[in-house]
């Protein structure tokens, strides 16, 4: 198994700054991806996070918006730019070997902007 | 776009019963179906798995899937109170370096003592 810890866990942030959510794994994997879960909603992919690469985003997701960086196979960090209210929402690394993509989750990094 | 239907609920069962849990989805190409389990406040963890048509069982836990009808399902026996949580679909396509794991709205099931 694999074991996620995530930094912060929480945060408050104002209107227009950006918050670096970091992202730890306890062994190498290959793919990790960013989710973000809003308040009673199902979770939705950002991007898959390459080590060694560019991430991939989905569709309404950009990477100026959330640039993502994969120095190695244990680390990623996913940060939220130029946020507003709308941004306000659980965070979610997410991690898989082999057949079973998204395996493991983070805790989360509950994000409040105001 | 790929869809993923559940009935959000909530359902509730008495414990000792079985819970059952439905989920369609709209694309054919689909090759990988999974269930999580997410307690409040927590995140998600990954209860089962199924590839093939037909039954998976897991314990507690069985996966159904009709890929003919695109319906997965999940049945919970010997339902317990610790069994509460919202169960989270997921439907996975990928297609050469393309994939994508498309997550349903969630089903809370409350399991009554």
């Known amino acids: 198994s694999a074991v996620i810890s995530q930094k912060p866990s929480r945060d408050i942030c104002q209107r227009g700054t950006s918050l670096t959510i970091q992202c730890q794994v306890d062994?190498?994997?290959?793919?990790m991806f960013w989710y973000r879960q809003q308040p009673g909603q199902s979770l939705t992919l950002i991007a898959t996070?390459?080590?060694?690469?560019?991430?991939?985003?989905e569709s309404g997701f950009v990477i100026d918006k959330f640039p993502i960086s994969r120095p190695n196979l244990t680390f990623s960090t996913l940060t939220v730019s130029n946020m507003s209210p709308e941004d306000s929402s659980i965070y979610l690394c997410s991690v898989g070997q082999g057949p079973l993509p998204e395996q493991y989750f983070g805790p989360g990094t509950r994000l409040t902007v105001t | 776009q790929k869809e993923v239907e559940q009935n959000s609920g909530p359902l509730s069962v008495p414990e000792g019963a079985i819970a059952s849990l439905n989920c369609t989805y709209s694309d054919r190409g689909s090759q990988s179906f999974f269930w999580y389990r997410q307690y409040s406040g927590k995140s998600p963890e990954l209860i089962m798995f199924i590839y093939s048509n037909g039954d998976k069982e897991d314990g507690r836990f069985t996966a159904q899937l009709n890929k003919a009808s695109q319906y997965v399902s999940l049945l919970i026996r010997d339902s317990q109170p610790s069994d509460s949580a919202t169960y989270l679909c997921?439907?996975?396509?990928?297609?050469?370096?393309?994939?994508?794991?498309?997550f349903g709205s969630g089903t809370q099931l409350t399991v009554l003592p």
């Open positions: 997921a439907v996975l396509f990928s297609s050469g370096s393309a994939r994508q794991l498309t």
């Open positions: 996070a390459n080590q060694g690469s560019e991430a991939t985003y």
């Open positions: 062994s190498q994997v290959t793919m």
